[in-house]
């Protein structure tokens, strides 16, 4: 039985390892993709903080009570509403 000498590498990459080149599935290159563009959105809609923050000052705001509790349940149960 041989032994193995600690902090030497096999010459021959074992199954599994890559060999220097690496090459991306389509699927992870629109993965790759996606993420760039969803880095570039912002967090926080501005536009829409904006017309809200307009119809609050202009006391123009209204919702129904069906309305705030429907966002209330959404909100609870991580269902994205556009209220």
Not at 24 to 50: G, M
Request: proline share 4%.
């Amino acid at each position: 039985m041989s032994q193995i000498e600690f902090g030497k590498r096999a010459s021959t990459p074992c199954v599994g390892q890559l060999s220097g080149v690496e090459s991306l599935s389509p699927d992870q290159a629109a993965i790759r993709q996606l993420v760039s563009h969803l880095s570039q959105v912002p967090e926080v809609r501005q536009e829409k903080v904006n017309a809200l923050q307009s119809e609050i000052q202009a006391g123009l705001f209204q919702r129904s009570d069906e309305q705030v509790a429907g966002a209330v349940v959404s909100q609870l149960l991580g269902i994205n509403s556009n209220v």
